[in-house]
């Protein structure tokens, strides 16, 4: 069967039974869902909105299939003639949305759905799937970006990512946060993202001397190889590319640079760059890695190792500090009457809604207004349409143009939000008077109801 | 392009520079790799191997095509010729592995590669990358299953997983370890594992008083219908159910169970279940949901909650507690010689390996022994071959059988391994003295090696 990607059956059961009952009871009004992030995990101090071209690219082409409807027909859960509804679903609605790249933050919708509920409501689970993990490794690699201080950083981590699509998607996310590029080589042809390789220990351990090694590769890459220099003693790997540089040289092949994936990077760094530039290879580079997250890559830059970029992996692609955020897809309104629920923890804002976000005279963001979107605040509006009646109103940005929206967003941060650690202040969210008295409207209604019937 | 699932270019792309050095230089001998785990994670006692059905699917299946082959000629990374090379790249080998749902632990081989070093050096990124996950997810699971005393647990994470792939894959996962199924419908028809679904605040939310929402929900499954009774005040929630349920069962309408959401669990399920009981509605079970993960259901058994059963959603498919393994693919041997790296600590053991199992006379695990493949220890062998000359020796076991042989697998664990919480007895694993000696003997060749050159 299709892979699940693009099937309407990658979702939770619940949506459909919910669709059989909106059917079956005529339910068909529109309803306004809003996708936000109820509180940040304890590392994070904001967040980067990502994910949004996957997620429209989802929601104009889905659609079930013969073998899904088939299945839909046969799992015995659901009632006749569901499945030839099923058939015909399309998603007809709009979407508002902040671009790719805008820093958020709790209680914020990033993503805004009005269409009759059922078309709404079938795709939540995936939209939901593609903007959290986006969101989340663009919220990590943003903070390893700031943390490098303009030095490059790669994307190194598809090993453990989470299946296929999250080592791709990590890889782009990484990408739109500030990353350099990546080495997941399908993110090349498939996003444009520059792609960079190096070599890897079992290349070294298969010729019977590192030198040998060197040399094959080398000669393979004449004018950018990247030689690992770890795989038996870093500072003796060092001193065997100082040694054959020169042989190199003269067969015009140069050494481009040198990768270090072990032991006290900023001790053996240095180490290397003595050994490299007594041998006069001055512009051969250092390059790092090796369990880094952004914490090491700043310790490292702070202390002046001479490490010209780095390679961050698994921390990256699975976010492991913060595997996941509290973001969630909230019925706000359903037949022009707002909605909440109250649970426990877990109260909902209800209305439709923009926010509004001021900049102070140094560009710093200083704080944001959630409000409902018949109100206007100061400040610029961050959400925007992007699908009317099913269909994009315009192509998606290329992926250069959502990074340098995100490098700008990123330069509005306050020098305190920027910082890797907390404490950090807490940032202004207002929610307006107009979204707290609809609260409140709505709970006596709800109360009101309850007695009633 | 083609999905990043099948694609060989989802690999890094060193992987495709070292192949291309291979190829120039002529080294395609026969190479041995393992897939091992360095070390635990500290919140883990033992691992369950898992994702090897769809490694070997990769494996047997991998081949480029044209659209892949063109970016491979156009990307300017590659000699010319390379890609015509890599066009008729197929997988030949042999693979050994740990059955699916086998517990094992630190430095043991699940997974051994028998190949000309291009074709095992090819697929080490996918393999890692499908083999972890699953492993990461199962080894989760299991602890959950633990923890759970019986009861069962739907998955109910795919919002939060890592993107599509992750979320069906987890899904696997987690039925393979024991759960009794997933909200995810996709893996219904694609892994055979049942479907469970109830309904979502969304649902109550749109009908103006929730009894109506409870009666349309009921009359559209009226054999199983599941409400969810927390969305404004979950007893009250809880008395709508035993005040509409005489009216619903004169429909022949019958209500199969109420969910919670929020709140204090054990408190609430216990008010629930009062209400339920005055009600005549013994036969109404409570199933449990909202940021659960094994602590948690763990507690709530312990404590006696009146809960039938748990939906464990983002803590299972993040494995937010340990979102990844230090899973590593390593060359253990190369043109019949075994092979070493000795980085800082990331050294490995040489040679192609087996590794046996002891069980005392409670049928407890209670040491393994990793040998070299020409050595027996007691103890039964845990690897066994999988692929034979690239194709499978026989199809892989279905996934109940897997899921079987894991329980069994689980039953062999000694209650100390079995307990949630560190301290944990270290499990014994030895590395035989022929290994040892072995890695001696690498170490000896490899300095008299860069001696000599």
Redesign the interface.
């Known amino acids: 069967?299709k892979?699940?990607?693009a099937?309407p059956?990658?979702?939770?059961?619940?949506?459909?039974?919910?669709l059989?009952?909106?059917w079956?009871?005529r339910?068909h009004d529109s309803?306004v869902?809003e996708l936000f992030v109820r509180k940040l995990p304890p590392q994070r101090a904001f967040l980067v909105a990502a994910g949004l071209e996957q997620a429209l690219d989802f929601i104009e082409q889905a659609r079930f299939d013969d073998?899904?409807l088939g299945?839909i027909t046969r799992?015995g859960?659901f009632?006749p003639g569901f499945a030839d509804w099923l058939r015909e679903l399309r998603f007809s609605g709009d979407v508002w949305a902040m671009p790719e790249g805008t820093v958020f933050f709790p209680n914020e919708p990033i993503l805004r759905v009005v269409a009759p509920?059922a078309e709404a409501?079938w795709l939540?689970?995936?939209i939901?799937?593609?903007v959290?993990?986006q969101t989340?490794i663009a919220s990590k690699a943003a903070r390893a970006v700031l943390a490098a201080d303009d030095r490059p950083l790669i994307d190194?981590g598809?090993?453990?990512?989470?299946?296929?699509?999250?080592?791709?998607?990590?890889a782009r996310a990484a990408y739109l946060a500030g990353f350099a590029g990546t080495?997941?080589?399908?993110a090349?042809?498939?996003f444009g993202i520059p792609?960079?390789?190096?070599?890897?220990?079992?290349?070294?351990?298969?010729h019977?001397?590192?030198?040998?090694a060197f040399m094959?590769?080398a000669?393979?890459?004449p004018e950018n190889a990247m030689l690992l220099i770890?795989?038996?003693?870093t500072v003796?790997g060092a001193r065997?590319v100082a040694e054959i540089a020169p042989r190199l040289a003269q067969r015009g092949i140069r050494i481009k640079g040198v990768r270090l994936?072990?032991?006290?990077l900023d001790a053996l760094s240095r180490a290397v760059r003595r050994v490299l530039d007594d041998a006069g290879l001055r512009d051969t580079v250092i390059f790092a890695s090796g369990n880094l997250d952004e914490q090491r890559v700043h310790a490292l830059v702070t202390a002046g190792a001479p490490i010209t970029s780095f390679g961050v992996g698994?921390s990256l692609t699975?976010?492991?500090d913060a595997?996941?955020?509290d973001?969630v897809?909230?019925?706000q309104e359903?037949?022009g009457?707002a909605?909440?629920?109250?649970?426990?923890?877990?109260a909902t804002w209800p209305g439709r809604k923009q926010v509004f976000r001021c900049l102070d005279e140094s560009s710093h963001c200083v704080g944001d207004t959630v409000a409902l979107t018949t109100e206007t605040f100061p400040g610029e509006p961050l959400l925007a349409e992007v699908l009317r009646g099913g269909r994009r109103v315009a192509p998606s940005p290329p992926l250069a143009v959502a990074r340098a929206h995100c490098a700008a967003q990123l330069a509005t941060l306050a020098p305190a939000l920027r910082r890797l650690d907390p404490p950090w202040p807490s940032y202004p969210v207002m929610i307006s008077p107009a979204i707290r008295a609809l609260a409140d409207d709505v709970d006596h209604?709800?109360a009101t109801?309850?007695l009633?019937?």
């Open positions: 069967m892979g699940p990607s099937s059956l990658l979702t939770d059961l619940y949506q459909l039974t919910m059989q009952a909106y079956q009871h339910m309803a869902f073998e899904e299945w799992c859960t009632a509920i409501q939540e689970t995936r939901l799937n593609l959290h993990f989340v190194f598809l090993r453990r990512a989470h299946g296929s699509e999250a080592g791709a998607l990590a080495a997941t080589a399908y090349g042809p498939r792609v960079f390789g190096t070599m890897a220990h079992s290349f070294v351990q298969a019977d001397d590192e030198a040998q094959h590769f000669a393979s890459f770890d795989t038996y003693d003796e065997r994936d072990s032991g006290d698994t699975t976010s492991s595997p996941y955020l973001a897809y909230k019925l359903y037949a009457r909605r909440r629920k109250r649970s426990t923890g877990k209604r709800q109801a309850a009633a019937q």
